[in-house]
């Protein structure tokens, strides 16, 4: 059996961050994992985000995503965004009065609605195959905010984003960095299948595929929670002095990162990257 097959070489190179687990997936194997997370961040998600307050949602991302990304684009129009998992629509919330229309791509049925605060948009269900059911080059604005590390064919994706954009179009990303634990075992808290996707991995997948990466940010410090937590912060990343303090704790602990963190001492890194790229 050839190194390139050889399970234990390719877990090693999965584990180091070296591959993305799950991206060269296909058949069988690709519905079981699309199966499996249709619904499972759903269910997560209502469990752990309907908060104690009076039942009262909170999203928790909400400077997160100005600071990394819609600051950036303060004045411009908008004529078609794309977004991926958005749920309910509270990732593109931030940017959505500056767009005309919005299709979002979200298999839980339940968060389906024609609007995200006021602005028109139509939802659809993923596809198996990863394609986007949308012509090439009409999409100027693409947002996908902790949701490519649920995609088990994160490169097919990759191109499929960039053929609907047009030039010069912009693509906001944010994902887990790390593998978020082992895969292969029951992990609280976390659907079956997803896993974090190292940043080098992204960088050079999204150049392959026409894009450039302007800004590639760390952030969402395992240590910004407690902190905040101490000081009674609900939400610290919808605050601006949180996410300011965790900016400076990723940037002071970002060469500790590793994509597999088995030890207590790699885990004092950042788990996240906010990617802000264009559409050559």
């Known amino acids: 059996m050839s190194n390139g097959y050889d399970p234990l070489v390719r877990e090693r190179a999965y584990f180091s961050g070296e591959q993305l687990h799950g991206?060269?997936?296909?058949?069988?194997?690709?519905?079981?994992?699309?199966?499996?997370?249709?619904?499972?961040?759903?269910?997560?998600?209502?469990?752990?985000?309907?908060?104690?307050?009076?039942?009262?949602?909170?999203?928790?991302?909400?400077?997160?995503?100005?600071?990394y990304g819609y600051r950036h684009l303060a004045g411009r129009r908008f004529q078609c965004a794309l977004a991926l998992g958005c749920a309910k629509g509270d990732d593109i919330g931030g940017i959505a009065s500056q767009v005309e229309r919005i299709v979002a791509i979200e298999p839980a049925r339940e968060w389906w609605h024609d609007s995200i605060v006021g602005t028109p948009t139509v939802y659809m269900a993923p596809q198996l195959s990863g394609d986007i059911d949308l012509p090439a080059g009409v999409v100027d604005l693409a947002i996908a905010f902790g949701t490519l590390h649920h995609i088990p064919n994160v490169s097919h994706t990759s191109a499929e984003l960039s053929r609907v954009m047009v030039p010069g179009g912009v693509l906001l990303l944010r994902e887990p960095v790390s593998s978020m634990g082992d895969w292969r075992k029951p992990r609280p808290g976390l659907t079956r299948n997803e896993r974090g996707i190292p940043v080098e991995w992204m960088v050079r997948t999204l150049a392959e595929n026409g894009f450039h990466v302007k800004r590639a940010a760390l952030c969402v410090h395992p240590l910004t929670f407690p902190i905040a937590r101490v000081t009674h912060a609900w939400d610290p990343f919808n605050s601006r002095a949180f996410v300011w303090l965790d900016a400076a704790l990723s940037g002071m602990t970002g060469w500790n990162r590793h994509y597999f963190r088995d030890r207590l001492w790699k885990k004092v890194a950042p788990g996240a990257c906010c990617y802000f790229a264009e559409r050559k």
């Open 23 to 67: 991206d060269d997936l296909a058949g069988q194997d690709l519905a079981d994992w699309f199966a499996s997370e249709e619904s499972g961040y759903h269910d997560i998600r209502t469990q752990q985000d309907i908060r104690a307050r009076q039942g009262e949602y909170v999203y928790g991302f909400h400077y997160v995503n100005y600071w």
